[in-house]
């Protein structure tokens, strides 16, 4: 089972395809990078791991924040990547913390025809 890495922040809709996609499949694990609010609030399954940062810090202390939250907690050598919620600083240090880590990455959404890789 692969791993999943998702954004969890804002845009309109977003907190429901980021629910599906969790529901979707059989996750080993889900990584949530998110705010407060988003961990206060998001309805979470059992395997689901918030990972809360603060938009407001540079992107690099935001990569490094990320790096450091997910670094030797993934379960395999490639994840399962969905950045349809937020902004594109946190997508940006997202990616780059997973690239970081040496992670291979395929990016995962929710389609009419249920969860698809792009």
Known sequence: MTDLIACLSTGKGTWGHVSHL?????WNKVFLITN???KENF???????????????SLKELRDDIYQALNEKTSSTEVALNIISGIGKEHMAIISAVLRLGLGLRFVAITKDGMEEL
Do not use: P, R, T, W
């Open 22 to 26: 969790i529901k979707a499949e059989k």
């Open 43 to 57: 309805q979470k399954d059992l395997n689901v791991e918030f990972i809360v940062v603060d938009s407001n810090k």
């Open 36 to 38: 407060e609010f988003g």
